[in-house]
């Protein structure tokens, strides 16, 4: 018996003790603690809050709600309500907090966890302040910023999240323009959408009704002051003319401003529609020797030019954009005005068969035209951004050969293969004209100071043979390649740049007017074919200031000069320099054009100081065409069947002005316009 109570008292014993520890290690009796205290919506730092925020609770563990929550003080006093995520209190004010406050949090001892331990402790105290009004802490450009882009816009930046239509309601612009708001976080960019004036001060202020998303509103009102750019960088001129139709599709497109321009404020500068591939260079225009190579900026380029990569489509309207951001050289706050404008352009000739061409600056540089018969279809040949001076036409009508900026050029009538036939070293050259069989051209040429080099025939690309001199005088001594207007003179003549030669039809023998005005016979023969030494050249005893004519029924030149002697009058000029007048040509002043059954028309000077036309038959008939009135005819030229006459016109009392190109029908005597914008018209070939 005494061993059974034995054993029970151990198995009591045992059991015991397993409840003490089980209890022991299943039973929680740790006190709960405040673990963090964090701000749903902080400024930047974790004891900074927006004040609009929740301040949440998190403890060790889960406790009893009732507990917490009365144990709970934020001081100054917020009214709010609780919410809970496991052990994690949640207090969110009622209203937004005031601003730029301190608050203090304390959590009392007692709290206790789901066993009903209790913390101890408590929290002592965990602090925070609100933010002050928001703020804006950089604007762009800054206040006082000068030389602010036309097109420019505002970019402000503020300290925080911003009530987006309260900040735009609350922004005003003087002098007062629209304004529109684009954001990004808390970076609002200002568009001026009318655009900003020149050399104005404009002041933006942001109103103090502007409040963040809690609702803070600025402390007090914020304004930012700047100034856009001033002096104006003026446009001289577009290339192409605005409104323009015709325009080659070659074209380069340019503006030349009133000075030299930044080579660096020009970076996507213009804009083309449709758009055009291509490169954009600066140059100096005018210029006696032509634009400068592309890529090179000059110190005193005063034009962009915008080169296509390949042709415009033809029959297309193209519309050119220049922002205004081109700046003066050496004064960026000096910029040109925006300018918008459009040109069409049209087809490139095929042919010059039974076309008439003609010099135009009315795409904004002097070209040279074509047009048909009756006017229609004019469009620009060459694309040239330095007046032409002069042009001539192949026998074929298939290829152009003409001057610009100081060089002489030849190309295909559609525009492709155009080459430089003379040299670009310094020299000037001029009055290029076709030799007889169109493998040659007679050129004046002047050096680079302006020295007479006399004239030259030089062999056009792909032609055998040398350049040689055949005048070592009497070239003018200044060309003016960038001569503007019509380019006629105040008395009929031929311009000196102009081609003032013609070939006998073996090309052997020319007559030459020189700048001077003396009539010289050239031998043209090639001496070192022939084995001998070059003829001189024979003056005939004449002075003249238009070109002479060959005339086949004739056997000879003819021209309008004088013999130093007498009035001015037609002469007809036989191969070694023998001269005859021909009668009822007194008064021959203009140059004279030759028709198909060996006529003369020509102009002649009437007894009241106007000009007249005048057609000597090859049988000595003569006859005077009926005139307009008050206009002038100048520079005849015979159509192809000899029934009509191409005539330019100008106010008989302002002759450098032009009226354009008319046909003037012999059989009826009645004059129609082509062309009101064109000088020195003539059937191709």
Same mark, same amino acid.
């Given at each position: 018996?005494?061993?059974?109570?034995?054993l029970?008292?151990?198995?009591?014993?045992?059991? %015991?003790l397993g409840?003490v520890?089980?209890n022991?290690? +299943?039973?929680?009796?740790?006190p &709960?603690?405040?673990?963090?205290?964090t701000?749903?919506?902080t400024?930047?730092?974790?004891?900074?809050?927006?004040?609009?925020?929740?301040?949440?609770?998190?403890?060790?563990?889960?406790?009893?709600?009732?507990t917490?929550?009365?144990?709970?003080?934020?001081n100054?006093?917020?009214d709010?309500?609780?919410?809970?995520d496991?052990?994690?209190?949640?207090?969110?004010p009622?209203?937004?907090?005031?601003?730029?406050?301190t608050? @203090?949090?304390?959590?009392?001892?007692?709290?206790?966890?789901?066993?009903?331990?209790?913390?101890?402790?408590?929290?002592e105290?965990w602090?925070?302040a609100?933010v002050?009004?928001?703020?804006?802490?950089?604007?762009?450009p800054a206040?006082g910023?000068?030389?602010?882009?036309?097109?420019?816009s505002?970019?402000?930046?503020?300290?925080?999240l911003?009530?987006?239509? /309260?900040?735009e /309601?609350a922004?005003?612009?003087?002098?007062?323009?629209?304004?529109s708001a684009?954001w990004?976080?808390?970076?609002?960019t200002?568009?001026?959408?009318?655009?900003?004036?020149?050399? @104005?001060t404009y002041?933006?202020?942001?109103?103090?009704?502007?409040?963040?998303?809690g609702?803070s509103?600025l402390?007090?009102?914020f304004?930012?002051?700047f100034?856009?750019?001033? +002096?104006?960088l003026?446009?001289?001129?577009?290339?192409?003319?605005?409104?323009?139709?015709?325009?080659?599709?070659g074209t380069?497109?340019?503006?030349?401003?009133?000075g030299?321009?930044?080579?660096d404020?020009?970076?996507?500068?213009?804009?083309?529609t449709p758009e055009?591939?291509?490169?954009?260079?600066?140059?100096?225009?005018?210029?006696t020797?032509?634009?400068a190579?592309?890529?090179?900026?000059?110190?005193?380029?005063?034009a962009?030019v915008?080169?296509?990569?390949i &042709?415009?489509?033809?029959?297309?309207?193209?519309?050119?954009?220049l922002d205004?951001?081109?700046a003066?050289?050496?004064?960026p706050?000096?910029?040109?005005?925006?300018?918008t404008?459009?040109?069409?352009? %049209?087809?490139p000739?095929?042919s010059?068969?039974?076309?008439?061409?003609?010099?135009?600056?009315?795409?904004?540089?002097?070209?040279v035209?074509?047009?048909n018969?009756?006017?229609?279809n004019?469009?620009?040949a060459?694309?040239?951004?330095?007046?032409?001076?002069s042009f001539?036409?192949?026998?074929?009508?298939?290829?152009?050969?003409?001057?610009?900026?100081?060089?002489v050029?030849?190309?295909?009538?559609?525009?492709?293969g155009?080459?430089?036939i003379t040299?670009?070293?310094?020299?000037?050259e001029?009055?290029p004209?076709?030799?007889?069989?169109?493998?040659?051209?007679?050129?004046?040429?002047?050096?680079p100071?302006?020295?007479d080099?006399?004239?030259? *025939?030089?062999?056009?690309?792909? +032609?055998?043979?040398?350049?040689r001199?055949?005048?070592?005088?009497?070239?003018?001594?200044?060309?003016?390649?960038?001569?503007?207007?019509?380019?006629?003179g105040?008395v009929?003549s031929d311009?000196?740049?102009?081609?003032?030669?013609?070939f006998?039809?073996?090309?052997?023998?020319?007559?030459?007017v020189?700048?001077?005005?003396?009539?010289m016979?050239l031998?043209?023969?090639?001496?070192?074919?022939?084995?001998?030494?070059?003829?001189?050249?024979v003056p005939?005893?004449?002075?003249?200031?238009?070109g002479? /004519?060959?005339v086949?029924?004739?056997?000879?030149?003819v021209?309008?000069?004088?013999?130093?002697?007498?009035p001015?009058?037609?002469?007809?000029?036989r191969?070694g320099?023998s001269?005859v007048?021909?009668?009822?040509?007194?008064?021959?002043?203009g140059?004279?054009t030759?028709?198909?059954?060996?006529a003369?028309?020509?102009?002649v000077? *009437?007894d009241?100081g106007?000009?007249?036309?005048?057609v000597?038959?090859?049988?000595?008939r003569?006859?005077?065409?009926?005139?307009?009135?008050a206009s002038?005819?100048?520079?005849?030229s015979?159509?192809?069947d000899?029934r009509?006459?191409?005539?330019?016109? /100008?106010?008989?009392?302002?002759?450098?002005?032009?009226?354009?190109?008319?046909?003037?029908?012999?059989?009826?005597g009645?004059?129609?316009?082509?062309?009101?914008?064109? +000088?020195?018209?003539r059937?191709?070939p």
């Amino acid at each position: 018996m005494r061993r059974l109570i034995s054993l029970i008292s151990a198995f009591v014993a045992l059991a %015991g003790l397993g409840f003490v520890l089980v209890n022991a290690t +299943t039973v929680d009796r740790r006190p &709960p603690a405040v673990k963090a205290i964090t701000l749903s919506a902080t400024a930047g730092d974790p004891h900074l809050a927006q004040t609009l925020t929740a301040i949440d609770i998190e403890f060790s563990e889960p406790v009893r709600p009732e507990t917490a929550e009365s144990r709970f003080h934020i001081n100054p006093t917020v009214d709010g309500a609780f919410a809970w995520d496991g052990s994690r209190a949640i207090f969110t004010p009622s209203g937004t907090l005031p601003s730029n406050t301190t608050f @203090s949090i304390t959590v009392d001892p007692g709290v206790e966890d789901l066993e009903g331990n209790v913390d101890p402790l408590g929290l002592e105290e965990w602090s925070f302040a609100t933010v002050g009004p928001p703020m804006v802490l950089r604007a762009t450009p800054a206040d006082g910023a000068t030389g602010v882009s036309l097109d420019g816009s505002l970019e402000l930046v503020f300290d925080r999240l911003m009530d987006t239509a /309260s900040v735009e /309601s609350a922004i005003t612009l003087d002098p007062a323009g629209p304004v529109s708001a684009t954001w990004r976080g808390s970076v609002v960019t200002l568009q001026f959408d009318g655009g900003l004036r020149l050399g @104005s001060t404009y002041h933006v202020t942001v109103g103090a009704s502007a409040a963040d998303t809690g609702g803070s509103r600025l402390g007090a009102p914020f304004v930012v002051a700047f100034t856009t750019v001033g +002096t104006d960088l003026g446009i001289a001129q577009l290339i192409p003319a605005d409104g323009v139709a015709g325009i080659g599709v070659g074209t380069a497109i340019a503006i030349r401003f009133d000075g030299p321009i930044d080579p660096d404020s020009v970076r996507e500068a213009l804009h083309v529609t449709p758009e055009v591939g291509g490169g954009t260079r600066i140059v100096a225009l005018p210029g006696t020797n032509g634009a400068a190579p592309d890529g090179v900026d000059t110190p005193t380029a005063n034009a962009l030019v915008f080169s296509p990569s390949i &042709p415009l489509a033809p029959h297309t309207t193209y519309t050119i954009t220049l922002d205004p951001v081109v700046a003066r050289l050496g004064d960026p706050g000096a910029v040109n005005r925006a300018r918008t404008w459009t040109f069409t352009t %049209g087809a490139p000739p095929s042919s010059g068969q039974n076309q008439i061409g003609f010099l135009s600056d009315r795409g904004g540089v002097r070209n040279v035209w074509v047009m048909n018969p009756d006017g229609t279809n004019q469009r620009a040949a060459t694309t040239d951004l330095e007046h032409v001076t002069s042009f001539d036409a192949s026998a074929d009508g298939g290829r152009l050969l003409y001057a610009s900026g100081g060089g002489v050029w030849v190309m295909s009538i559609d525009g492709s293969g155009l080459q430089r036939i003379t040299r670009d070293d310094g020299r000037i050259e001029y009055a290029p004209a076709f030799a007889p069989g169109d493998t040659r051209a007679l050129v004046a040429r002047t050096g680079p100071l302006g020295e007479d080099l006399g004239y030259w *025939l030089v062999p056009l690309p792909g +032609t055998p043979g040398r350049e040689r001199q055949v005048l070592d005088r009497g070239v003018a001594p200044l060309v003016p390649t960038s001569m503007n207007g019509t380019g006629l003179g105040a008395v009929e003549s031929d311009p000196a740049w102009m081609p003032r030669v013609a070939f006998e039809p073996d090309g052997r023998a020319a007559l030459l007017v020189t700048s001077t005005g003396q009539v010289m016979l050239l031998d043209l023969a090639d001496p070192t074919l022939l084995g001998s030494e070059p003829a001189d050249p024979v003056p005939v005893g004449l002075t003249a200031q238009v070109g002479p /004519s060959w005339v086949p029924a004739r056997g000879a030149f003819v021209l309008s000069a004088t013999t130093g002697s007498g009035p001015p009058a037609m002469y007809a000029v036989r191969a070694g320099g023998s001269v005859v007048l021909l009668p009822g040509t007194e008064g021959a002043i203009g140059p004279a054009t030759v028709g198909p059954d060996g006529a003369i028309a020509l102009v002649v000077s *009437l007894d009241d100081g106007r000009t007249a036309l005048r057609v000597l038959a090859l049988d000595g008939r003569i006859d005077d065409l009926a005139t307009s009135g008050a206009s002038d005819d100048r520079s005849p030229s015979f159509a192809p069947d000899g029934r009509s006459l191409l005539v330019g016109r /100008s106010p008989a009392a302002t002759p450098t002005i032009s009226q354009g190109i008319w046909r003037l029908d012999l059989d009826t005597g009645l004059a129609r316009q082509l062309t009101p914008l064109g +000088t020195y018209g003539r059937w191709i070939p």
